[in-house]
């Protein structure tokens, strides 16, 4: 009986070490997820995407991300009936991303518009 109680507690043990392990690892990821959030958090706030500017959102892009991130968006416009266009930031990234949404609302005069900004991240 006391060798089945250590071996259940060492079993135990490598059990517990190995979930931690695997925990770890899935923690850069979610990283990436968090700190993309907040770049395009920040670009809303800031309001450089309510310009739809390509190039003034890259290169405020290329300014709030770090250099081991990589990051693409891509921006469509809606009006209250369709979609009126898209735009896309850097390079799509196809393989090992993880991908968030973000929704925001421009009023500009009587006119409103809706953008869905599709966002992909990884560790370089």
């Given amino acids: 009986t006391m060798d089945v109680a250590i071996s ?3 079993t135990g043990l490598i059990l517990l070490t190995a979930s931690q392990l695997n ?3 899935a923690f ?3 990283e990436a997820k968090r700190l993309a959030t907040d770049i395009v958090a920040a670009l809303d706030y800031t309001c450089v995407l309510d ?3 390509k190039n003034k959102i890259e290169a405020n892009l290329s300014r709030l991300l770090p250099s081991n991130l990589n990051m693409s968006m891509i921006i469509k416009r809606f009006n209250s009936t369709s979609l009126l266009s898209e735009i896309q930031i850097n390079a799509n990234i196809t393989e090992n991303f993880l991908a968030g949404k973000w929704w ?3 009023v500009n005069g009587i006119n409103q518009s809706f953008y869905l900004i599709e966002y992909r991240v990884k560790f370089k």
């Fill in 8 to 10: 259940i507690v060492i």
């Fill in 23 to 25: 925990f770890i690892d």
């Fill in 28 to 30: 850069p990821d979610l």
């Fill in 51 to 53: 310009t739809y500017d």
């Fill in 104 to 106: 925001l609302t421009v």
